[in-house]
């Protein structure tokens, strides 16, 4: 565990003396953001210009890979206050190309990707991330899917260019994030594109990022950051007109089952600090 997240945890959170660990904490990474992200956009120009012309990558691969390393980053200095405990999955689950479906509980679940051992993700999300300045221009560079402005017929476009190169193409099915741990209704985009392409869905829970930045708070704390990669889950297991809906639905159950498990985990690991 982070020194600093278990010192505030068990010394400082409900103190007065949180509240100026927190503004410190908030000032170091917010700048160390930004700072980041300035030294990202210095930087990119001369790594696109080399994938480009010496190994000849496409456009959408290099700006994912730039996008999957800056997050890395950002993780790395994020670190200080923040555990973020090794995510437990197996090679095989990304051994083929897949649609991944994430639990969304935070702003910062995006910059929690980078802990996937994949980078060649396209990301499949609504309209407003595209409305953030200098965000938007990678996204676009990236080849993402905007659910809200794309057509079906070009989104599964988008989606096969991305999967018949072995990369992946990943949805957070709730749309919104979830003001509770509990998740909420899933849309059906992503199983659908799963039926349509014959590809598996590979389900990722991620637990801790609504205590980093949970909806309606404008300041982040101390967290615990866990990850979790399920078996994919093979849409001809479903058949039938409605194949997408149970296969949803049956992702779904997995994913609830396995994050009460996680939040039991964490709530048992606090009361367990608690006694010392």
């Not at 995006?110 to 200098?134: E, G, Q, S």
């Not at 985009?189 to 590809?199: H, S």
């Not at 194949?243 to 639905?249: D, I, M, V």
């Not at 779904?252 to 009460?260: F, G, N, R, Y």
Request: hydrophobic residues 45%; contains cysteine; glycine residues 4%.
């Amino acid at each position: 565990m982070s020194s600093l997240h278990a010192y505030y945890t068990e010394r400082l959170k409900d103190r007065p003396a949180g509240v100026i660990f927190l503004g410190v904490m908030n000032f170091v990474l917010i700048s160390a953001l930004v700072l980041w992200t300035l030294g990202g956009l210095i930087l990119f120009p001369v790594a696109f210009i080399f994938l480009k012309f010496i190994p000849r990558r496409t456009t959408p691969w290099i700006t994912r890979l730039a996008i999957w390393v800056y997050g890395r980053v950002w993780q790395a200095f994020t670190r200080i206050f923040v555990t973020f405990e090794p995510v437990q999955y197996l090679p095989a689950q990304f051994s083929t190309p897949g649609i991944i479906v994430v639990n969304h509980r935070s702003f910062f679940d995006t910059y929690c990707m980078n802990m996937l051992p994949v980078y060649d993700v396209c990301f499949a999300v609504r309209d407003w991330p595209f409305k953030i300045p200098v965000y938007s221009i990678f996204m676009k560079m990236a080849a993402y899917i905007n659910i809200e402005k794309f057509s079906w017929e070009q989104s599964v476009a988008r989606s096969k260019q991305t999967l018949d190169k072995k990369g992946f193409v990943l949805f957070f099915p709730e749309g919104h994030r979830s003001r509770t741990r509990a998740m909420t209704r899933f849309y059906s985009g992503a199983f659908k594109m799963a039926v349509e392409t014959n590809t598996p869905i590979i389900p990722v829970c991620l637990t801790g990022t609504e205590d980093l930045l949970p909806p309606g708070r404008r300041y982040m704390a101390p967290a615990r950051i866990k990850m979790r990669v399920l078996n994919p889950v093979f849409p001809d297991e479903f058949t039938g007109e409605m194949g997408h809906q149970a296969l949803r639905k049956k992702v779904k159950e997995l994913m609830e089952d396995e994050l009460l498990s996680m939040d039991a985990d964490k709530n048992r690991h606090l009361q367990a600090k608690s006694l010392f």
